[in-house]
């Protein structure tokens, strides 16, 4: 069996990774981007599903087209890069999509973290719709080591409030190592990804304690009552509340961006995407001294499964991914059937 071949039975359907990227290239382009701001969606999209992150897989495409539909972002947009200083540049997304605005930056970025062993990059004027960790891992896997933060729209209360405040506010890491595949994790700075409770919602299942609370302020593990005019607790207490604040001080106030509660949706309805910005730092690790990094990588993850750690961050994604790539990327096939409608729309 072709992993390129779309195999359907009465409930699933089995599509080739460059097949799914090519029917959502087609449906972005039909619902208002530019060819290459599609095909970069397109993959990002399509590479969570493969990868079993389903809360940013297509579950996420009627929030893009119903953004792009109600004139919030500019699906057209043509990032503008900065070349700030020796270890610094700055992206304008034009009201557009992050990860285009990444893409536009990304050889000056890395030209400037070979040399000087540190890069930054800060992006703003952006909307970041997607899973967190496709921005990291391929500079993991050219040898390098990158941390990204992005700042979301408000729906977290922070510790010891009574009212939201910050984004999900996730965190990714990339690093590589010597006999593997890099080293990732992705992870919101609230108790659970937002889209996981819109997942929860939509299969009527209960969240566990901890996750939000309702519209009164009182914990719920009711996800309609979370979104439904509840919000989301930050992970850990105090701890993953600071983080957050980090998040934000870093994607928003160090960027130019806007913080989590600095943008409205009201004249755009629709809108889902937030509108705030993202920073990326990337580093060289061969500038350091001593053994390669990426043994030295190797050797923790030696150390953790010898002290019993049976799965490390990122495992399960990847052990999906192959199983993706040799038998191709399982869907709903009402779901299949729902994105190839999109085409005639």
Request: hydrophobic share 45%; charged share 15%; proline share 6%.
């Amino acid at each position: 069996m072709s992993a390129q071949s779309p195999i359907v039975d009465s409930a699933t359907t089995f599509i080739g990774f460059n097949d799914l990227v090519g029917l959502l290239r087609a449906v972005f382009v039909k619902h208002g981007t530019s060819p290459e701001v599609a095909a970069i969606l397109a993959h990002n999209c399509a590479s969570a599903e493969r990868d079993g992150a389903h809360s940013h897989g297509i579950f996420r495409m009627p929030g893009y087209l119903s953004t792009l539909a109600s004139g919030w972002v500019n699906g057209k947009a043509i990032p503008v890069v900065t070349d700030v200083a020796s270890g610094f540049v700055r992206v304008d997304a034009g009201n557009g999509f992050a990860q285009p605005a990444l893409a536009a930056a990304r050889a000056l970025l890395v030209e400037k973290a070979r040399s000087a062993g540190i890069a930054l990059l800060a992006i703003h004027n952006s909307h970041h719709f997607a899973a967190l960790w496709p921005d990291v891992e391929p500079f993991a896997e050219e040898g390098l080591v990158a941390l990204s933060v992005v700042n979301s729209m408000t729906c977290v209360v922070p510790h010891g409030a009574d009212r939201p405040l910050f984004g999900t506010n996730p965190i990714a890491f990339a690093a590589p190592r010597a006999d593997g595949s890099p080293i990732v994790f992705d992870l919101a700075t609230s108790a659970i990804a937002h889209g996981d409770v819109q997942i929860a919602a939509r299969k009527g299942e209960r969240l566990p304690p901890g996750m939000g609370v309702d519209s009164l302020g009182q914990p719920t593990q009711d996800p309609k009552a979370v979104l439904e005019g509840g919000a989301l607790l930050p992970f850990g207490g105090h701890k993953g509340s600071a983080l957050s604040m980090m998040v934000e001080l870093l994607a928003a106030a160090l960027t130019g961006g806007n913080f989590s509660f600095e943008f409205t949706w009201a004249d755009h309805p629709g809108a889902r995407t937030p509108w705030t910005g993202q920073l990326l730092i990337v580093i060289d690790p061969s500038k350091t001294a001593g053994q390669h990094f990426a043994e030295r990588s190797q050797e923790l993850v030696r150390q953790m499964h010898a002290v019993g750690l049976r799965r490390l961050p990122g495992d399960r994604r990847h052990r999906t991914r192959a199983k993706s790539e040799q038998q191709g990327i399982e869907l709903e096939a009402q779901d299949l059937a729902r994105l190839q409608a999109l085409l005639a729309e």
